[in-house]
């Protein structure tokens, strides 16, 4: 089946920095891919949606300036989480779609943060 | 909004014990329905889905039944393996892209 990639799978990083999640489809060209965040105990969320070649669409209450979404390529998506604090730490799990029109969703393994 | 309520965990079940866990839905129209399986140290998986009401999805032996009236979707497998440990995830959706989960229900299986 098809493969999603996600690095890291887990970061701990100091307050301040800055933290780059990357999910690479490996097998099939991803048009789209969402990011999804999960704190403790609670729901996955979906943050936003990126497509190739354009801005990512964020979903309401998600800071768009402090969660960048780069999707530079059919494979690629990065989210870069910029001044990490410890409100930050949470689950963070990418999925892709291959091709447009298509219902099957491929999930990443996820990224744990930790910000100290 | 839609959203998806599902039964919190974690749950710990002998093998060959029979397994429930609980999914309600709010959804506005008629969404499609998801169970997906996350196993330790991999990417979600789709387990089995249905996509409109008495639906029933099946695969590995679990089965879920799409309840129109009670909004529900419960996930069902008469006995359970070790190797069914994982965490469950309820979602829903309208377009087969945009979901909305649950919180996950984390299963062990013991010998």
């Known amino acids: 089946g098809a493969v999603v990639s996600q690095h890291p799978s887990r970061v701990i990083c100091k307050s301040g920095t800055s933290v780059k999640i990357e999910c690479r489809s490996l097998?099939?060209?991803?048009?789209?891919m969402f990011w999804y965040r999960q704190f403790p105990k609670k729901s996955l969320m979906l943050m936003a949606t990126?497509?190739?070649?354009?801005?990512?669409?964020?979903e309401q209450g998600v800071e768009k300036d402090k969660f960048l979404i780069n999707h530079a390529s059919l494979t690629l998506s990065t989210l870069t989480v910029t001044s990490a604090h410890p409100e930050d730490s949470s689950f963070y799990i990418c999925?892709?779609?291959?091709?447009?029109?298509?219902?099957?969703?491929?999930f990443g393994s996820g990224t744990q943060l930790s910000v100290l | 909004g839609d959203s998806v309520t599902q039964m919190e965990g974690p749950v710990t079940l002998s093998e060959e014990a029979c397994l429930t866990i609980?999914?309600?839905?709010?959804?506005?129209?008629?969404?499609?329905l998801f169970w997906y399986v996350q196993y330790p140290g991999e990417g979600l998986q789709l387990l089995l889905k249905?996509?409109?009401?008495?639906d029933k999805g099946s695969n590995k032996g679990f089965e879920a039944t799409y309840r129109k009236e009670t909004t529900s979707f419960h996930l069902e497998k008469g006995s359970v393996q070790v190797s069914d440990s994982a965490v469950y995830f309820c979602?829903?959706?309208?377009?087969?892209?945009?979901?909305?989960f649950g919180t996950g229900t984390s299963l062990t299986v013991i010998p």
């Open positions: 999925s892709a779609v291959p091709g447009q029109g298509s219902e099957k969703l491929f």
């Open positions: 097998d099939f060209q991803a048009t789209t």
């Open positions: 990126s497509n190739e070649g354009s801005k990512a669409t964020y």
């Open positions: 609980n999914c309600t839905y709010t959804a506005t129209g008629y969404p499609s």
């Open positions: 249905a996509t409109k009401a008495d």
């Open positions: 979602a829903l959706s309208h377009t087969g892209n945009q979901f909305y």
